[in-house]
Structure formats: structure tokens, C-alpha cells
């Protein structure tokens, strides 16, 4: 009896003129001869690669060949099966067996699927080990059915990392009586696992307690969580002492990797310095990095009363170096509010923004979906940021919205350039009841004989709406 057997053969030193791959007559060229074995007529059944690499545990699943070589005789079958290696079932894969079967005459390479799991941790690479035992032929064991390779390894390339946390900014700038400056970490290349480091304001020209709080911590970064902040808060005194700065630090990461900039200066600017002309720009209200054009700002309501936040929304990605697609809300000082989280955003520009009494947004804008639901130019957003099914204008807008007007009892005016809404003929402009439908009590015929840009409500006096 024998065995499948391995040649290793080599060409080199090409001679008359002759050139090997490579381009020079000295270049050594390989391959690898494999004499089958045909000793045994029923073949040999091997797995088809010691070693089987995935790419990713994002993969969905790992195929294994197994082959039946040197022979074909007689019908063949032999038992799989997945064993733990560094790889856990079920935590890294799912453990699976079975049985391959090859009928007579039959030498095609059979496969099974190892399923992988997708779990969020943080592993490195993982083995599952992979055996064939139970050889037959003809439904009666048959040791010498089994070649050489019984026994494989299955490695899992995980897709998870920590990350790597950093500041937003490479520098920021605060006013001496603006008070508690929030300073954003964000964490990007990873969002498995838990993970912390620590943060510090260190003396530079300002100094702790007298020029900003003394302030340190620990920011602990959850899975999925993108971003943390932090606060500083100014001491505000009374004489002209001019820019003081200090230095900001994030150290003695846990998990994480530092990333840059993870040392920032926060320059105090003294508010008796300079004066503040009338029509200057608010410099309580800083520059919230936005990274592209906001075409609308609302007011946040809440209970009625504007309560300060903007809510942002135009043709951006991010804001403050986080992601918000489109839709944003700002703090009264400028800062992102995260509280406000629209998820995917509007997968299209917001041109046009309204904010209902109980806080609810309406935007339109030329968008086809938002958080990845049909939403054809209009949608209205809960106080939070997530989409509001409550209002739901079907079909929609079948051209982009420009303006929106909100009238006293909620319903909603828009116009644009559609000529459709909901397939209902409404050229440019439109009025909707709170639930998204189309009020057919609102109808302008023919409309406008081009887009509308802008709508406003008239409100009555001293008479009753019908
Ligand atoms: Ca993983
Ligand atoms: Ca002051
Ligand atoms: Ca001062």
C-alpha cells in the first residue's frame, strides 16, 4: 500500500539565451508534482488544504472541500466534524458535522460550511480544528479510505477592534465667562468591547483653580459608543489679564489605542480684552465644524417654548467630527447635542425644516429614505432624532421640497417643485394632515407655474377658522 506523494521540482540557470519567469536565466522557478496514489481502487479521501483561511468571522461562513483521489470504486462516505481550537462554539462558530458520500465512479470534491459568528468581541485569530473519521466503502469501514490530511485547521480572522481614541480638535478655544467648556473624544478604526482612558487639564499660562477648575477622569467607552465628552469649567474674573492656555491630555489607555491628537492646547480668551461690537459674532456660540452646508435652522421646542438647541440640517456628514448625516441638533453654546441621534440621516440634502409645539421635526428637502426607510421629500422626526411613523406621507413628494410652514393646528404647508404628492395631482405646494395623508380640503389647482421656495401662513384676525 502507499500513499499520495509530493516531488518538489525546481528550474534554474536557463542556458542558450533561454529566460525563466522572473526575466533572467539565474531566476528559480518551483513547482510541486503529486503523484497519486492508485493502489487502492475506492481512492483516498483527504481534506483539500491543511490550513483554511477566512478573511473575516463577517464571511458568514467557512467552506471546506474535501476531495476523493487516485480512485472512484465503489460508493464512499466518511464522517466531518468541527472541534474547539483558540475558536469557541458557540461564542466564534457554530460546531457542525455530517457525513460526505461519493457514489461509485464519482470523484467530485464534496463541501460543508463551518457557519461563523459575528460577535462584537474582541479575539484575534481563532482555530477550529476539522477531522474526518469513520471511513466506508460500500457502507463497511475501510481504514485505508482515509489519505494523509484528516485532520485541518479552520482560522477565523476577527473583524473586531477597540479603536483608537483622540480629541475632535487639535486645539480649542474658550471664553473666560463662557463657563463649562465640553470638550468631545472621539473614537474611530473599532467599536468592540469596552474600553477607557484617562483625561487631564494640565497647567500651561492658566493655572488649576485659578484660571479653569482642576479636572480629571475617566471616559469609558461602551461597545458601539463613538464619542464621549468631558468638561472644563472656566473661572471668570474681572480684569484684563489677557489669553491664558492650558493643556488637555488623554493617558493610561485601557484597550484602546491612543490615536492623534491625544495632547491639545484649550486657550482661555479674557472677555475684558476686547470689546464686543453690536452685529459681531456671538462668541458664546462656537463653531460647531460642521462639513458641509446647513441649508435650514429651527428652533428646538420643548413644551411649547423654544428651549435654545438649533437644530441644524443641510448637506453635511459630520458635525464636530461625529457623524450626522444631513440632521443635527446643537447645544445653546454651538456644541453637538449627541441626545439628538437621527441615526443614517436623510440620504439626501434637507432644504426645509419645521419644529411642531410638542418638539416633533418636519423636513423636506430632495431625500428618497430616512434611517433607511422610503421617505420621498417629507418626514417628521420624534423629538430624538428617530424617524416618526406616525406621520406617514406614502408615496410622498415626486420632486423636492423646498419650503415648510407649520399652521396653528399642526397641519403642514409645503411647496416645491412636485407636481404629485402621494399621486395626488398638487403642483408646488401642498398641505398635509398630522398623519402625513394629504389635506384635500387644501387645493391650489393648476398651482404655481414653477417651484416654490418659500411659504408663509397668514393668520386671520379676530375671525374663526373654518
Ligand atoms: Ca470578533
Ligand atoms: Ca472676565
Ligand atoms: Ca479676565
Redesign the pocket.
Known sequence: MQFDRNIGLLLTNATGGAALPGGTPTTVATATLTILDDDFPPGRINFSEITYNTNS?ADGFATITVTRTGGNSGFASVQFQTLDGTAFSPR?YLATNGVLTWNSGANTPQTFQVPLI??????GPATVNLRLFDPRVLGNPSSTLLGFRTNATLVIQ???SYGAVAFSQSFYQADENGGLVTITVVRAAGI?GTGSVNFSANPGTALPGTDYTPTNGVLVFHPGELSKTFQVGMIDNSAQDGNRTLNLTLSNPTNLALGLPFNVALTIIDDESFNEPAGSADVSFRDPLVDGPIYSIALQKTNSVTDGRVIIAGDFATVNHVNRSRLARLLTNGVLDTSFDPGSGADGPIRATAVQANGRLLIGGSFTQVANTNRNGIARLTPDGRLDNAFNPGSGADNPVFALVLQPDAKVLAGGSFSKFNSITRPGIVRLNTNGSVDLSFNAGSGPNDSVYAVAFKRRKNRHRR
Request: aromatic residues 0%; without cysteine.
Open positions: 468571522e466564534d459575528q460577535n462584537g468581541l474582541v479575539t476577527d473583524s473586531d468592540a
